[in-house]
């Protein structure tokens, strides 16, 4: 199995620019997590689904924030426009949909913006 | 209500010592609780998870303490080594409606001095 892949693995960009940061989760699971890590605020998550449906967007943290999932195996978080406190380390997360079950991590994205 | 609060923040232990961080929550409908290794550069991966039917859970040199009166729960390592150097999240859930959503702590950096 490949595990969640996350690309790009690093994103250097400048302030205004859109940014987009692409996950495949793990074949077969049906939950998706995108979370942010940054020093000052730890580790958040910003959004997840279920069978492709966004349930909890509440950790959003503006409306330059949006994400999609049009396929079990394809999810974006896309940032227009960025600015540079959105840089951070993006991770997306993937897991069956079931009662205590694991999440897994993808490498994560190293976002800079300029 | 949701938060789970973890300490110390970063935590410097001998080789062959004890590494001990807590965790406390308030939400008393949590029902699962998992703590995640990260080390640098990667994404967190599950390390060892416990549900509040039992006060300990033992794998290898690592142990999840729970305290369901007093909501706290705390990740032992016993002949802590050079290895286990990484961030370490605590985190929970209600398993049985949020499916594999965590709610996680701010995060531990343990550093194993030879």
């Known amino acids: 199995d490949a595990g969640v892949i996350q690309s790009p693995r690093h994103e250097v960009t400048e302030m205004g620019q859109e940014v987009t940061l692409r996950c495949k989760p793990i074949s077969g699971h049906n939950s998706l997590f995108w979370y942010r890590q940054t020093m000052m605020r730890g580790l958040e998550l910003l959004i997840y689904f279920n069978n492709n449906v966004p349930i909890d967007d509440s950790g959003m943290p503006e409306d330059r924030f949006s994400a999609k999932m049009p396929n079990a195996s394809f999810s974006t978080l896309k940032i227009q426009p960025s600015e540079p406190r959105d840089s951070a380390v993006y991770f997306c997360?993937?897991?069956?949909?079931?009662?205590?079950?694991?999440?897994?991590f993808g490498p994560g994205t190293r976002l800079t913006v300029l | 209500q949701q938060q789970v609060k973890q300490s110390p923040q970063s935590l410097i232990v001998q080789k062959g010592g004890i590494s001990i961080i807590n965790c406390a929550y308030e939400n008393t409908a949590f029902d699962y609780f998992p703590w995640y290794q990260q080390f640098p550069g990667k994404g967190p991966a599950l390390l060892i998870a416990i549900r509040p039917d039992v006060s300990e859970k033992k794998e290898g040199r690592f142990t999840i303490s729970f305290n369901k009166s007093a909501k706290q729960f705390s990740l032992h390592i016993m002949d802590s080594q050079p290895g286990d150097s990484a961030t370490y999240f605590c985190a929970a859930s209600v398993g049985e409606t949020s499916g594999s959503r965590l709610t996680f702590g701010e995060g531990t950096q343990l550093t194993v001095n030879p």
């Open positions: 997360a993937s897991s069956r949909l079931a009662s205590y079950n694991e999440q897994f």
